[in-house]
T-cell receptor, first 116, second 112 residues
Framework: AQSVTQLGSHVSVSEGALVLLRCNYSSSVPPYLFWYVQYPNQGLQLLLKYTTGATLVKGINGFEAEFKKSETSFHLTKPSAHMSDAAEYFCAVSEALTGGGNKLTFGTGTQLKVEL | DGGITQSPKYLFRKEGQNVTLSCEQNLNHDAMYWYRQDPGQGLRLIYYSQIVNDFQKGDIAEGYSVSREKKESFPLTVTSAQKNPTAFYLC???????????FGNGTRLTVT
């Protein structure tokens, strides 16, 4: 079975500082990996995804993530945090379903706080 | 604009009552999903459907039921058999195996 571990349920950074949110996964097949962001009382919005190809993936709002197979990691980074980045972030690993679609297994989320 | 509509945004019910959450999409996606979100637990899959008139149990299907009579619609019924129904429920849809899920804005269900 696939699983995702997000280290740190709460992360706090200063505005302008580096953001690093950690994600490790377990998968028996080459994984598809995703990062989503969730603002209070809203659905999830896709930040970026890794399927195949380049291991450094760029997403929206200046975020990027690097797939490291040897470390089974897919950490999310942003060089300079902005107040608007305060939200909850979820890492997910995907299992393709026979017949179409895919089943996502999510981590427990990391709440990012950005301080002045 | 294409998207997923969940209604209502907030729902209140008394214990022992069944309640149905609506999910409609106009993205022309074949696959649809229901997830439950609880604080500190991430999202857990309740049911999914890959095609009309077919659906499969996810990881926490007990106490829930679904139907898929139309491609656009995938309603979720929370039955009285669900022991802890109070939660945030998210509907999603997708196309092929490597495509991301698109989420609705969720329904917050409170049962007292």
């Amino acid at each position: 079975a696939q699983s995702v571990t997000q280290l740190g349920s709460h992360v706090s950074v200063s505005e302008g500082a580096l953001v690093l949110l950690r994600c490790n996964y377990s998968s028996s097949v080459p994984p598809y990996l995703f990062w989503y962001v969730q603002y209070p009382n809203q659905g999830l919005q896709l930040l970026l995804k890794y399927t195949t190809g380049a291991t450094l993936v760029k997403g929206i709002n200046g975020f990027e993530a690097e797939f490291k197979k040897s470390e089974t990691s897919f950490h999310l980074t942003k060089p300079s945090a902005h107040m608007s980045d305060a939200a909850e972030y979820f890492c997910a690993v995907s299992e393709a379903l026979t017949g179409g679609g895919n089943k996502l297994t999510f981590g427990t989320g990391t709440q990012l706080k950005v301080e002045l | 604009d294409g998207g997923i509509t969940q209604s209502p945004k907030y729902l209140f019910r008394k214990e022992g009552q069944n309640v149905t959450l609506s999910c409609e999409q106009n993205l022309n996606h074949d696959a649809m999903y229901w997830y439950r979100q609880d604080p500190g637990q991430g999202l857990r899959l309740i049911y999914y459907s890959q095609i009309v008139n077919d659906f499969q149990k996810g990881d926490i299907a007990e106490g829930y039921s679904v139907s898929r009579e139309k491609k656009e619609s995938f309603p979720l019924t929370v039955t009285s058999a669900q022991k802890n129904p109070t939660a945030f429920y998210l509907c999603a849809s997708s196309t092929t195996g490597d495509s991301p899920l698109h989420f609705g804005n969720g329904t917050r269900l409170t049962v007292t």
